[in-house]
């Protein structure tokens, strides 16, 4: 069974530009997370979606936005880009009543 | 953004020993899940626990979700090279959506010493 897939794994912007991140989640799971991950902060939530529905809203500035299709393949995109924004962005999947989330191995982005 | 206290912050240890972690939040929670993350990956869930009291074991891990429901400790039996990694606990709760977002502990770092 594939795994939650996140692309690209790594990436290079600039300030000031925006970027998009993708994730697909595991087969039959309809639930998508996204997490950022940094040094000095740790793990901390974005937002969750559900059914092409956002469910949850982490303390996040709205240049951070993301979507889910009806396949619950998700992205989420970046504005605006600041070099405070560089981390590494985890996906993550469940199914509605598995508690374990499963996430992907992450897209490194770096801002310069 | 919130964080849950989890110490020791990092441990070194030779092969062979036990390990201790615990995690600690001023809210309670629902649910308390223990992942590890390796370099350049996403966490791995290890153990999940769902009501409080609860004591899990899987292989040389256990976990016990704390009465209060404010805490957890994680403890690996006889530690192995692949032990090595970051290890989270998280903490979630229920809400009219089913389950909500994870909180995350500060991590604590494995390292062992040949």
């Known amino acids: 069974k594939a795994g939650v897939t996140q692309t690209p794994r790594y990436l290079i912007k600039t300030r000031g530009q925006q970027v998009t991140l993708s994730c697909s989640p595991i087969?039959?799971?309809?639930?998508v997370s996204w997490y950022q991950q940094t040094p000095g902060q740790g793990l901390q939530f974005l937002f969750e979606?559900?059914?092409?529905?956002?469910?949850n809203k982490g303390n996040f500035p709205g240049r951070f936005s993301g979507r889910q299709f009806s396949n619950s393949r998700s992205e989420m995109n970046v504005s605006t880009l600041e070099l405070g924004d560089s981390a590494l962005y985890l996906c993550a999947s469940s199914f509605q009543v598995n508690y374990g989330y499963t996430f992907g191995s992450g897209t490194r982005l770096t801002v310069v | 953004g919130q964080q849950l206290n989890q110490s020791p912050q990092s441990m070194f240890i030779q092969e062979g020993e036990d390990v201790s972690m615990n995690c600690t939040s001023s809210s309670i929670f629902n649910t308390w899940l223990w992942y590890k993350q390796d370099p350049g990956e996403g966490p791995v869930l290890l153990i999940a626990l769902y009501k409080a009291g609860e004591l899990t074991s899987n292989g040389r891990l256990t976990a016990q979700f704390g009465i209060t429901r404010k805490d957890s400790f994680l403890n690996i039996s006889a530690s192995i090279p692949s032990d090595v990694g970051i290890y989270f606990c998280?903490?979630?709760?229920?809400?009219?959506?089913?389950?909500?977002?994870?909180?995350f502990g500060t991590g604590t770092r494995l390292t062992i010493i040949p």
């Open positions: 979606y559900f059914s092409e529905t956002q469910r």
């Open positions: 087969s039959g799971h309809r639930s």
């Open positions: 998280a903490g979630q709760l229920e809400g009219s959506f089913g389950n909500e977002k994870l909180t």
